[in-house]
Antibody
């Protein structure tokens, strides 16, 4: 069965960086885009960007340009999302999610990773 | 960026009754519209894609309709497990964008 399993919760100070992993299983890793979506406490869903595991193509949301880096390691079917220069308003649950096809909905989601930013 | 606006923000409905949730796009997204359900402490789950196609395993009491800029999610005969937050999302244009959510609560 398809699974996306994310790394555990992180605590960082303002100005630091965090790197969250998302390990895929149960499907052809390079055949589906992986997106990152975050959710601040009590708030809605915010799209951050995607990575194409097949060819490393990237698309970042304008809000995150210059601070986010998405990478992948095909040998272990894992994608990473690194966010730098963290601020308190980056405190959120970060989800990885699979896009089902080309211009399609998100059919599988990771369990989420809480990133807390506090001095 | 396409703005997605959901209404109402909160909807109070009794179990067994029908719930109607709305989603409006700031410009046409065709039928490239999805609905997700999120329960507390859980990741969102896909309910509907293509504006009206239920995802695998989703009960028939969930139905979606609309195209262009106006969309509706209807849940007939609400079950206790249906009380959650619902998000619409357009995937027609980058950046893909979500509505702010509708919280469906027990009346």
């Amino acid at each position: 069965q398809v699974q996306l399993v994310q790394s555990g919760a992180e605590v960082r100070k303002p100005g630091a960086s965090v790197k969250v992993s998302c390990k895929s299983s149960g499907y052809a890793f390079t055949s589906y885009y992986i997106h990152w979506v975050r959710q601040a406490p009590g708030q809605g869903l915010e799209w951050m960007g995607w990575i194409n595991p097949h060819n490393d193509d990237l698309n970042y949301g304008q809000k995150f340009q210059g601070r986010v880096t998405m990478t992948r390691d095909t040998s272990i079917s894992t994608v990473y999302m690194e966010l730098s220069n963290l601020r308190s308003d980056d405190t959120a649950v970060y989800y990885c999610t699979r896009e089902r096809g080309v211009a399609d909905a998100f059919d599988y989601w990771g369990q989420g990773t809480l990133v807390s930013v506090s001095s | 960026e396409i703005m997605m606006t959901q209404s109402p923000a909160t909807l109070s409905v009794s179990p067994g009754e029908r719930a109607t949730l709305s989603c409006r796009a700031s410009q046409s997204v065709g039928s490239n519209l999805a609905w997700y359900q999120q329960k507390p402490g859980q990741a969102p789950g896909l309910l509907i894609s293509g504006a009206s196609t239920r995802a695998t395993g989703i009960p028939a009491r969930f139905s979606g309709s609309g195209s262009g800029t106006e969309f509706t999610l209807t849940i007939s005969s609400l079950q206790p497990e249906d009380f959650a937050v619902y998000y619409c999302q357009q995937y027609d244009y980058w950046p893909y964008s979500f509505g702010q959510g509708t919280k469906l609560e027990i009346k």
